[in-house]
């Protein structure tokens, strides 16, 4: 038997409506999860660099300790103190080194780059101090270092890197403000 579509029957526009319903669905499911994802990718690339940071600063504290342990020869006019590496900071270029004691193709004592981290720009790390340096315990000359990482123009995810003057090196979470 043949059954026949009459205008009156009113399954013509049952498919179209049912996608229609599908995109409305879709497209407010997406105004609702994009800025919350955007957000969640903004706090894990701040975590991300403090996590970057914190394992930089103990490799640092590590050379310290090596450089006390190994001194450089004693016919170099440099002293201990201008051989202890240090993490140094350039916010113009969105980076931060290491500068260790290296030798140069001649065989001269010289300051090298040994570790350098270029982060986005669209995080903003600033410190107390531009230059950041352990002296051969792992400690700092300095009571408290504070570092913060955060992502531009959003303060309520921060990370605060924070070194004590004994070396301890701990992260905290700064919400709001």
């Known amino acids: 038997m043949k059954r026949s579509l009459r205008r009156g029957d ?22 609702v999860l994009v800025p919350r994802c ?4 903004h706090a894990a690339l701040v975590r991300y660099e403090a996590d970057c940071l914190v394992s930089d600063l103990r490799l640092l504290q590590q050379l310290s300790r090596t450089a006390a342990v190994y001194p450089i020869e004693t016919s170099s006019d440099l002293s201990l103190a201008r051989a202890t590496p240090r993490l ?4 113009d270029k969105d ?9 140069s193709p001649s065989g001269a004592p010289q300051r090298q780059r040994f570790l350098y981290h270029h982060h986005s720009p669209d995080i903003i790390i600033s410190a ?25 123009g959003e303060y309520a995810r921060r990370k605060l890197v ?3 003057s004994v070396g301890r090196i701990r992260v905290e979470d700064v919400h709001g403000r």
Request: net charge negative; aromatic share 14%; hydrophobic share 45%.
């Open 10 to 31: 009113g399954s013509r526009g049952f498919a179209l409506t049912y996608v229609l319903l599908l995109v409305l669905a879709a497209g407010i499911a997406a105004a």
């Open 38 to 41: 955007a957000s969640w990718y």
């Open 88 to 91: 140094v900071f350039e916010n």
């Open 95 to 103: 980076a931060y080194y290491i500068l260790r004691l290296g030798k």
């Open 128 to 152: 107390d101090r531009k230059e950041i340096a352990f002296d051969r315990n792992g400690g700092t000359n300095s009571s408290y270092t504070t570092i913060e990482v955060s992502y531009d």
């Open 162 to 164: 924070i070194i004590d």
